[in-house]
């Protein structure tokens, strides 16, 4: 009978993953599961970006930040967790990106879902980040994306046009330092 009741709630939860999509639990751990995306990149055109996002919160270190001081230029906006492991492999590829940049875009994080802004902290000393990360730490800050991040969806990363429009997604990790700059400066470019 217990072995029965064993099995049925096994299959219960295969059944449930497969339901909502997570095929995996690989990078999560207790309190912290996530969903990677399928690293598809997906381009809004001009004339479909929808509303503006506006965003407000206190940073890592307790400094305020809005998205729209931001305004001008594009905007990439990195969710991310120090817990997760497809964020931490990312790491190097949005900074050498933002040093390739320069000042021909702005850069914003969300930590998403660290208990604490101790880790976060870490995360950007290690990996050399320079730019501010506001702290999420139940993921509501990507509420502001309507729809366009899950909350579970880490890492995701939301490209902004000049005027704060969401103009590309990626959804999982960036593949490369080089694919994020050419969407950016193709967004910078008016496309």
Do not use: Y
């Not at 497969?18 to 001009?46: H, N, R, Y």
């Not at 305004?71 to 790491?91: F, I, L, M, Y």
């Not at 309507?146 to 909350?151: A, I, K, Q, T």
């Amino acid at each position: 009978m217990v072995v029965r009741s064993l099995l049925s709630t096994v299959v219960v939860a295969v059944v449930l993953l497969t339901a909502t999509g997570c095929s995996s639990l690989q990078g999560s751990k207790a309190g912290t599961s996530f969903v990677t995306g399928d690293e598809a990149i997906a381009q809004i055109e001009p004339g479909d970006r929808g509303d503006v996002v506006s965003l407000d919160g206190k940073d890592l270190r307790g400094k305020p930040v809005s998205l729209d001081s931001m305004r001008g230029k594009p905007t990439v906006v990195n969710v991310w967790g120090s817990w997760c492991g497809p964020c931490q492999k990312e790491a190097p590829l949005l900074v050498s990106a933002a040093k390739t940049l320069g000042d021909r875009a702005h850069f914003l994080g969300i930590d998403s879902r660290d208990a604490g802004t101790a880790a976060g902290r870490t995360f950007e000393t290690r990996n050399k980040i320079t730019w501010p990360s506001l702290f999420s730490p139940g993921g509501e800050a990507v509420l502001a994306f309507n729809g366009l991040v899950s909350p579970r969806g880490v890492p995701t990363t939301v490209v902004l046009d000049a005027q704060g429009r969401p103009a590309a997604v990626f959804s999982g990790a960036v593949p490369s330092a080089l694919t994020l700059v050419q969407v950016v400066r193709q967004v910078a470019d008016g496309g």
